[in-house]
């Protein structure tokens, strides 16, 4: 029985053989395949949990090679692999008759414990022609999200016997949970009951009091998956309207969903029990977070915050505190939707496409702009202070916002419009995007090539003298100037409007206008 693991590095991660052998002399275990600490350990963990499950570990000098012998395993999820692997090769458990793939720590009793990386070795494994797949009960839903009944979920190494009867067909396999993903072969939308209820428990827009300006800029750069710049004095709700921007966004569709879930398992970050994240989601890092950390990478080699923001929201709070490294390291991801780590033995890629909000106080003391209140910060200040953020990141960003504290009126005035009809606009003009990108999928209009600006945003001749006339004035580099076209298409999408006009362009303009020239970023 060919017996699988799989090592979680890079987005596709390794496919790992487990093979065993065993030959006359002192009993012992030697393990080969460039393991680490944790892989080291499994001899004994294995050792114990064979013991306590009620087999014999065999007293004969084992040999277990992990391949292919040049990539570096890491983690406890081969020590199931490895048991069953041992397992086979003593008869002790009956040979399947096809290769498995199996993930799990083990515990001294036997108990196998979940793992991270669950997601990706099963798109690995069915890639690879691999048909079975053994995994601790609490990565069930996970597992079958991509191999339905193909996925066997385990409790204790004792079941090992049990299953692989099942697999050779001498047994039925218990159904699934009726809580697991159900997934077809050409489906465009999967229910997961518990998405579901979490979309829910979002922060809803009708918190947003007054912020007509804000709450317009919120609605378009959610349809067209444009990044934002929120800044004003402190207290004018920056951070809470960023928080809301992920529920204004659709459903992730199934490709999104799965990539999704697959980066949030390869990090670790993924709830016990939990299926196909449904929902974008939402990441906001400290500002003291380190480059590894932000972009991803590290000692493992880990999807970072933009990698885990795929698909959703990156809000960076107190941006201008962020390290100049790492604001300056989210440019290229903005532009192509990946990142690539590179290190000395390998190349990692990542996808990491997000919308990026960025919020920050207008000066070092916040009180510029705020009625009332005296700003005592100079002008070097003020310029060193937006100098964090560096010019090449900013022009990336195309919806820039003034944010003033609501009045008491408008406080007391009520609730504002709520999340859930927002998102039917949303959801509207995100349907004419992708009738307009059929064949990408993925292509918003935030993320428009230049090379299909003069196809997709063509203007009249007064539409486009205004728009010359307007992006010389302000001053416009060329990136700003086709930025300002594509938030001028998604105004128009939202309009229901299949021609860009002049009251779409005027509106792109005002929402570009701040940043470019202005020292002070006064607060109108």
Not at 80 to 105: C, H, K, N, R, T
Not at 240 to 255: F, H, I, K
Not at 374 to 393: F, H, M, N, Q, T
Request: overall charge neutral; aromatic content about 4%; hydrophobic content about 45%.
């Amino acid at each position: 029985m060919i017996v699988y693991a799989f090592e979680p590095v890079g987005f596709e991660g390794e496919l790992v053989t487990v093979e065993v052998d065993l030959r006359r002399g002192i009993p012992s275990v030697d393990l080969v395949g460039l393991p680490d600490g944790a892989v080291k350990e499994a001899r004994e963990r294995i050792r114990a949990a064979i013991r306590n499950s009620g087999y014999e570990f065999p007293l004969e000098r084992l040999l277990i090679s992990l391949a292919p012998a040049g990539v570096r395993k890491a983690g406890a999820s081969f020590d199931l692999a490895m048991a069953i692997a041992v397992l086979a090769a003593s008869g002790q458990v009956p040979d399947a008759g096809m290769p498995v793939m199996a993930l799990g720590e083990l515990e001294l009793s036997g108990r196998v414990r979940p793992v991270s990386g669950v997601l990706p070795a099963v798109a690995a494994g069915l890639k690879a022609g691999i048909a079975r797949f053994i995994i601790p009960r609490p990565n069930l839903r996970e597992a079958v999200a991509l191999a339905g009944n193909a996925a066997f979920a385990i409790d204790k190494l004792g079941d090992a016997a049990l299953l692989t009867a099942t697999l050779r067909g001498e047994y039925r396999a218990i159904p699934l949970d009726s809580t697991t993903v159900n997934l077809d072969d050409d489906s465009s939308s999967v229910e997961v009951e518990t998405a579901r209820r979490d979309s829910g428990h979002l922060p809803d827009m009708a918190d947003i009091r007054g912020q007509v300006a804000l709450r317009r800029a919120m609605e378009i750069a959610a349809a067209g998956g444009h990044h934002m710049l929120l800044f004003g004095p402190p207290g004018g709700g920056k951070s809470m309207a960023a928080r809301r921007l992920v529920g204004l966004l659709p459903d992730l569709a199934s490709e999104d969903a799965v990539t999704t879930t697959m980066l949030h398992s390869l990090a670790g970050a993924l709830p016990e029990s939990s299926g196909l994240m449904r929902r974008p989601p939402f990441r906001s890092p400290h500002h003291g977070a380190s480059a590894e950390g932000i972009v991803g990478g590290g000692r493992l080699r880990k999807p970072g915050e933009i990698s885990l923001a795929h698909g959703g929201v990156l809000l960076l709070d107190e941006a201008p505190e962020f390290r100049a490294d790492v604001l300056q390291s989210l440019r290229e991801p903005l532009e192509e939707g990946f990142i690539s780590i590179v290190r000395a033995d390998r190349v990692i890629t990542y996808p990491s496409r997000f919308i990026l909000v960025l919020a920050c106080n207008p000066c070092p003391c916040g009180n510029l702009g705020r009625k009332g209140a005296v700003c005592l910060c100079s002008a070097d200040e003020i310029r060193r202070y937006w100098k964090k953020l560096g010019g090449p990141l900013l022009d990336r960003i195309d919806v820039r916002v003034p944010v003033k504290p609501a009045s008491a009126a408008e406080l007391s005035a009520g609730p504002g419009e709520s999340s859930a009809a927002v998102r039917e606009r949303i959801v509207e003009a995100r349907r004419i995007q992708h009738a307009r990108f059929k064949d990408e999928p993925s292509m918003l209009n935030g993320r428009l090539p230049a090379g299909a600006i003069d196809v997709h945003c063509v203007l009249s001749d007064d539409d486009r003298e205004f728009f010359v006339h307007n992006a010389e004035r302000e001053g416009f580099s060329s990136r700003a100037s086709l930025a300002t076209l594509r938030v001028a298409r998604t105004i128009a999408d939202l309009d229901a409007s299949v021609a860009i006009h002049t009251r779409h362009l005027n509106e792109a303009f005002e929402k570009r206008r701040y940043g470019d020239d202005d020292v002070f970023w006064v607060v109108p």
